[in-house]
């Protein structure tokens, strides 16, 4: 019930194109939900974040959707470019003690 | 650059030996957490500090890790008698409440173990 599952494991666009990253989770104590960048060598860096009080939530070229009743949230890169091409990640914390739990990651290919 | 610091960026050890990470979280930040990542996975958690009170464990951290947060600033983890399967991207992350009201976590760059 701790699991985040994403999909897909590995994701080839065009520049230009939206590729969309989608993650799952059981336990309905989550109630934050962000999305993290990782560069090879690098540690993690914070995208973008949502609560489950609302449903979308858009911060520059990225955005996420979020159903609550589906238990299910996603990213959506728009506009993507070669410098995008990175290992993205989903996390769920809840309030009672903010660790995060992260899926498996989708190591994205932004083709030029 | 006042993000978070780790040292060192790569520690290669032989099994049963002993080993220690720093990190320098952000200044402001009362939370510090440490996660472990190993190639292609997520980061799983291992423990995290609020100011110099260590407030939950993993299971993952056996009785050969130890992490400490003296007066509530830096922290270390320390690996006693590494084995092989320790190898991983050590990272750290200091956190501060926000006004989504939950901890916005930041991470710095990671410790690379290998143990030989």
């Known amino acids: 019930q701790q699991q985040v599952k994403q999909s897909p494991q590995s994701l080839i666009v065009q520049k230009g194109g939206i590729p969309i990253i989608n993650c799952a989770y059981e336990?309905?104590?989550?109630?934050?939900f962000p999305w993290y960048q990782q560069f090879p060598g690098k540690g993690p860096a914070l995208l973008i974040a949502?609560?489950?009080d609302v449903s979308e939530k858009k911060e520059g070229r990225f955005t996420i959707s979020f159903n609550k009743s589906a238990k299910q949230f996603s990213l959506h890169i728009m506009d993507s470019q070669p410098g995008d091409s990175a290992t993205y990640f989903c996390?769920?914390?809840?309030?009672?003690?903010?660790?995060?739990?992260w899926g498996a990651g989708t190591k994205l290919i932004i083709k030029p | 650059d006042t993000g978070v610091s780790q040292n060192p960026r790569h520690k290669i050890t032989k099994r049963g030996q002993n080993v220690t990470f720093r990190c320098d979280p952000i200044?402001?930040?009362?939370?510090l957490y440490w996660y472990r990542q190993t190639l292609g996975q997520g980061p799983e958690f291992l423990t995290y500090?609020?100011?110099?009170?260590?407030?939950?464990k993993s299971r993952l951290l056996s009785d050969r890790f130890s992490a400490e947060r003296p007066k509530g600033s830096f922290s270390t983890l320390e690996i006693q008698r590494t084995e092989q399967g320790d190898s991983a991207m050590y990272l750290c992350?200091?956190?501060?409440?926000?006004?989504?009201?939950?901890?916005?976590?930041?991470f710095g760059p990671g410790t690379r173990l290998t143990v030989l």
């Open positions: 992350a200091s956190g501060r409440l926000t006004g989504m009201g939950t901890d916005t976590q930041y």
């Open positions: 200044s402001e930040h009362n939370r």
């Open positions: 500090f609020q100011n110099e009170a260590q407030l939950e």
């Open positions: 336990n309905t104590a989550f109630d934050y």
């Open positions: 949502i609560r489950p």
């Open positions: 996390a769920a914390s809840m309030n009672s003690n903010y660790q995060l739990i």
